[in-house]
């Protein structure tokens, strides 16, 4: 035999050898075709079966229904300390905006409830609106006729105190007084007092004595009472309003009033208003009636005053007989709040168009160029 037969037979035996396995090799792979020849013939399926009580009974199905998850804003979330938010820049006019809705909103309810208050008051009687055909003037201004009575009833009594307020024209808030002595014409009545036409025909012929004799329209009339005056003033001012009496006070009055710097209540304030037992008789209680009109305007400036106002505003409208209706008084917030920084005032009539005279049916009383009294009013209320 050959080198090259030799190494051909030892080669051919090599690969014989390497395609049988080894014995223990071959005894587990003989063992796993038995093993898995085995579970295929007698391995069965499993079955799971469940412990279950003959006595209970099967549940029933129900209707799931899934309330709709609601987030709950007051919750607090947990931070993450490596989540970082973009700072937000402050706006002050949000802010601001924020602020005007809650001091309205305060204000609406303060109102409200000074009103009800005031409407259920058992103390004072009921009192119903006149008749008062009020118009508009030439400018276009409505000007509001303020009287004051000593009396509740519509049509009782003569006026103690007449006024014309101008809140929407030009500048400052406009305030005209007029003299109850004044011997004027009444339309349908003839030659009086001013403050007899009142008594005779209420609010509105008022208005019609003052156009005939100065030529002044009003729109709209509030006429107070003292029993309103004195709770009004209360209500605004519980400490009292700070007024410089002129004089000492005592005739013909409830209570001495002292001269000098002090604190008047309601009351007090309204008998300093009234007082006209001394040499200047009428001239003298009208110049007090609008310095008391002027002291508590010019202290409404106050934080705490501006708070309580709302609430004793719907307390005095609430006592108050008017036919101003609330669109005009929303309307003209802004003028009324003008008032706080003053008012011009003027009274009728003027220096040089009176004198003194003596009547058969009103006694002593104030002759008037109505002439020049109209000029001068009418020139005070438009510029």
Same mark, same amino acid.
């Given at each position: 035999?050959?080198?090259?037969?030799?190494?051909?037979?030892?080669?051919?035996?090599?690969?014989?050898?390497?395609?049988? *396995? $080894?014995?223990?090799?071959?005894?587990?792979?003989?063992?796993?075709?038995?093993?898995?020849?085995?579970?295929?013939?007698?391995?069965?399926?499993?079955?799971?079966?469940?412990?279950?009580?003959?006595?209970?009974?099967?549940?029933?199905?129900?209707?799931?229904?899934?309330? *709709?998850?609601?987030?709950?804003?007051?919750?607090?979330?947990?931070?993450? &300390?490596?989540? /970082?938010? *973009?700072?937000?820049?402050?706006?002050?006019?949000?802010?601001?905006?924020?602020?005007?809705?809650?001091?309205?909103?305060?204000?609406?309810?303060? $109102?409200?409830?000074?009103?009800?208050?005031?409407?259920?008051?058992?103390?004072?009687?009921?009192?119903? %609106?006149?008749?008062?055909?009020?118009?508009?003037?030439?400018?276009?201004?409505?000007?509001?006729?303020?009287?004051?009575?000593? %009396?509740?009833?519509?049509?009782?009594?003569?006026?103690?105190?007449?006024?014309?307020?101008?809140?929407?024209?030009?500048?400052? &808030?406009?305030?005209?007084?007029?003299?109850?002595?004044?011997?004027?014409?009444? *339309?349908?009545?003839?030659?009086? !007092?001013?403050?007899?036409?009142?008594?005779?025909?209420?609010?509105?012929?008022?208005?019609? +004595?003052?156009?005939?004799?100065?030529?002044?329209?009003?729109?709209?009339?509030?006429?107070?009472?003292?029993?309103?005056?004195?709770?009004?003033?209360?209500?605004?001012?519980?400490?009292?309003?700070?007024?410089?009496?002129?004089?000492?006070?005592?005739?013909?009055?409830? /209570?001495?009033?002292?001269?000098?710097?002090?604190?008047?209540?309601?009351?007090?304030?309204?008998?300093?208003?009234?007082?006209?037992?001394?040499?200047?008789?009428?001239?003298?209680?009208?110049?007090?009636?609008?310095?008391?009109?002027?002291?508590?305007?010019?202290?409404?400036?106050? &934080?705490?005053?501006?708070?309580?106002? &709302?609430?004793?505003?719907?307390?005095?409208?609430?006592?108050?007989?008017?036919?101003?209706?609330?669109?005009?008084?929303?309307?003209?917030?802004?003028?009324?709040?003008?008032?706080?920084?003053?008012?011009?005032?003027?009274?009728?009539?003027?220096?040089?168009?009176?004198?003194?005279?003596?009547?058969?049916?009103?006694?002593?009383?104030?002759?008037?160029? +109505?002439?020049?009294? %109209? /000029?001068?009013? /009418?020139?005070?209320?438009? !510029?």
């Amino acid at each position: 035999m050959s080198r090259m037969d030799k190494y051909k037979d030892i080669h051919k035996e090599s690969q014989k050898e390497e395609k049988q *396995p $080894f014995g223990f090799r071959r005894e587990i792979k003989k063992n796993t075709q038995k093993n898995q020849s085995s579970s295929e013939r007698y391995e069965e399926p499993e079955e799971k079966f469940y412990y279950q009580e003959y006595d209970q009974k099967p549940e029933k199905k129900r209707f799931n229904f899934k309330f *709709p998850s609601v987030k709950n804003p007051f919750k607090r979330r947990a931070k993450n &300390p490596y989540e /970082q938010k *973009p700072r937000r820049k402050r706006s002050w006019r949000r802010i601001l905006l924020m602020i005007l809705v809650v001091l309205l909103g305060f204000s609406v309810i303060s $109102f409200g409830v000074g009103n009800f208050a005031a409407k259920h008051d058992s103390s004072m009687p009921k009192i119903e %609106t006149q008749e008062f055909n009020g118009v508009e003037s030439s400018n276009g201004t409505k000007n509001i006729l303020l009287l004051g009575s000593d %009396t509740r009833d519509n049509i009782s009594g003569r006026s103690d105190s007449m006024m014309v307020l101008q809140v929407d024209g030009h500048g400052k &808030p406009k305030l005209v007084s007029f003299m109850r002595d004044m011997y004027v014409n009444i *339309p349908g009545v003839g030659e009086n !007092k001013l403050n007899a036409a009142y008594a005779y025909g209420g609010a509105d012929l008022v208005r019609q +004595t003052l156009k005939d004799n100065f030529g002044i329209d009003c729109r709209y009339y509030a006429m107070v009472d003292f029993q309103t005056f004195e709770k009004g003033v209360d209500a605004l001012f519980p400490r009292g309003v700070q007024i410089d009496s002129e004089k000492d006070m005592s005739s013909y009055i409830d /209570q001495p009033i002292s001269k000098g710097p002090q604190r008047m209540n309601g009351h007090t304030l309204l008998n300093y208003a009234r007082f006209r037992m001394d040499e200047e008789g009428d001239f003298g209680r009208v110049r007090r009636q609008q310095q008391v009109m002027q002291s508590v305007f010019s202290q409404l400036k106050n &934080p705490l005053v501006l708070l309580r106002g &709302p609430y004793a505003a719907g307390k005095i409208w609430g006592y108050l007989s008017t036919d101003m209706p609330n669109t005009f008084v929303l309307g003209n917030l802004f003028n009324f709040a003008k008032a706080v920084g003053g008012i011009e005032r003027l009274t009728l009539p003027v220096d040089g168009s009176w004198s003194y005279i003596d009547t058969a049916n009103a006694g002593s009383a104030l002759a008037v160029d +109505t002439n020049q009294n %109209t /000029q001068a009013v /009418q020139a005070f209320l438009d !510029k």
